[in-house]
């Protein structure tokens, strides 16, 4: 119980250290002008939120890095004490996709394309891909990591070369997923946080001790961006946080093998884009066979259609967080089989 202590003392301390730089980090964002360019099709009802100051991703990624790596040299320091090197695979898929966002967030901002449109969809799609593939034959060559748990078989089951493209997509899917929930004051940070929470509970399960640690770290993080983002935001995590949290997510996911449960445990998420994929694919159908456009939602991803049906941003943000914290109950009831 003493690893799973401490991890939660990692969250605490982690909250506490973010807490104290986030007010003059979101000051140096207002005086560079790094504010949030909203997308024509959603200005009727998030106008009021143009200029806010955005790339607050790093505002997560960097004390969780800060602490992970001091941790980490700490333990180099103390005679015969193995260190958890495998952690520093969702810490390089953190700093990686948080590149990537920070590029399409700054583009959105400083570059040429439309208000609000950052980079282009398939150099970024492209970009995540790339990555994704790179994290996969890490994990099955560099971490033995090529299996899958089912709920209620003691065994793994060993899938060996089509791992890469499952863990691929899988990783690619979840960034794309927490993207698209980003879309209201609190709703991604906290939905996250969850999920690092019940896979943090579940490495501790599995003996995952620097596992455990990180994913805590991350919840204190994200629950001092949260401090900043709650409505009225302050600040957004723009896809710096939010294409990293979700690869990370996934990545911590396999780690421990028990990512079958990640659709259950990241619910909303998985939610906001299956909606966006069926609000594509019921437009063109419609329009190819019908000869109109007809559409399943009245707008996606799926809590603005919640919006247009009168909700208020806090009321989405609380009810996506009910549904999000049963969810996450359920699976690691699943895990615990």
């Not at 980079?119 to 990555?131: N, P």
Request: proline share 3%; charged share 10%; aromatic share 10%.
């Amino acid at each position: 119980m003493r690893d799973l202590a401490f991890g939660l003392s990692l969250g605490g301390l982690t909250f506490l250290f973010t807490i104290i730089w986030g007010d003059p980090f979101i000051e140096v964002l207002r005086r560079l002008g790094i504010g949030k360019q909203v997308r024509e099709e959603i200005s009727d009802v998030h106008s009021r939120k143009v200029g806010t100051p955005t790339m607050g991703g790093l505002m997560i990624l960097i004390p969780v890095l800060i602490v992970t790596l001091g941790l980490n040299i700490a333990r180099l320091l103390v005679p015969n004490v193995i260190t958890g090197r495998s952690i520093l695979v969702p810490m390089a898929v953190l700093v990686l996709y948080g590149g990537l966002g920070a590029l399409d967030d700054w583009e959105g901002i400083m570059g040429a394309r439309a208000v609000g449109e950052g980079l282009s969809a398939r150099v970024k799609f492209a970009g995540q891909i790339v990555i994704a593939f790179a994290t996969s034959m890490v994990l099955m060559y560099g971490l033995d990591t090529h299996s899958v748990v089912l709920p209620g078989i003691v065994f793994k089951f060993n899938l060996g070369v089509f791992y890469l493209p499952v863990a691929t997509l899988l990783i690619t899917f979840m960034s794309n997923a927490v993207n698209l929930t980003d879309g209201l004051d609190g709703l991604a940070g906290i939905i996250t946080a969850s999920a690092f929470a019940c896979y943090g509970i579940i490495a501790f399960m599995q003996g995952q001790t620097y596992l455990t640690q990180f994913c805590f770290t991350m919840v204190g993080a994200c629950f001092a961006f949260l401090w900043f983002n709650a409505h009225p935001a302050q600040l957004f995590m723009g896809d710096t946080g939010s294409l990293a949290l979700g690869a990370t997510l996934a990545v911590v996911a396999l780690m421990t093998g028990q990512w079958l449960i990640l659709p259950i445990i990241a619910i909303i998420p998985v939610a906001e884009a299956v909606s966006v994929m069926l609000q594509v694919a019921s437009s063109q159908l419609s329009r190819r066979f019908l000869g109109e456009d007809r559409r399943i939602f009245l707008r996606t991803p799926l809590h603005h259609h919640f919006e247009k049906l009168g909700w208020s941003e806090t009321q989405i943000v609380q009810r996506f967080w009910l549904v999000g914290i049963l969810a996450g109950m359920a699976g690691i009831a699943l895990a615990l089989l």
